[in-house]
C-alpha cells in the first residue's frame, strides 16, 4: 500500500514510478482504501484478497501497518531530506525478496538485525 497525502504535494505516485520503472507493482492503494482505527489509517493487507505470505508494506508509520506487523519494511521517514536515498537503498533487497516464495522467513530475518 501506498499512501498518498491528503493535502499538501502528493509524493506517491511520483515515488513509487520511480522504484517501480518495470511495472512490477501490482497495485497502488491510497489512504481511501484504508481502515480509521483507534485515530490513526490502518493499511488492512487483508483486503487486498491476496496470499499475505506474498505481500510486504513500506511504511513510515507502525500505526500504518498495525493489523500486520509481519508483514512490514519498516522505513525512516524522508520529510524535507533532500539527500534520503533509504528506498533506493533498499532496492536489491527487494528484487531477492521478489524470488521468494513466501516474505515472512525474509522479512523476519530483517526485524532480528
Not at 9 to 14: I, T, W
Not at 72 to 96: H, K, R, Y
Request: overall charge negative; aromatic content about 12%.
Amino acid at each position: 500500500l501506498i499512501e498518498r497525502k491528503t493535502c499538501g504535494v502528493q509524493y506517491a505516485d511520483p515515488v513509487a514510478d520511480l522504484l517501480d520503472r518495470w511495472g512490477v507493482f501490482r497495485a497502488r492503494l491510497f489512504r481511501e482504501s484504508c481502515v480509521f482505527h483507534r485515530g490513526s489509517y490502518v493499511k488492512d493487507l487483508s483486503r487486498l484478497g491476496r496470499e499475505l505470505s506474498q505481500v510486504i508494506i513500506v511504511d513510515n508509520s507502525p500505526a500504518s501497518y498495525a493489523f500486520h506487523p509481519e508483514n512490514a519494511v519498516p522505513v525512516q521517514s524522508w520529510f524535507d531530506d533532500m539527500a534520503d536515498t533509504e528506498l533506493l537503498d533498499l532496492i536489491p533487497f527487494f528484487e531477492g525478496l521478489s524470488q521468494e516464495d513466501d516474505v515472512y522467513p525474509v522479512l523476519h530475518k530483517l526485524c532480528d538485525r
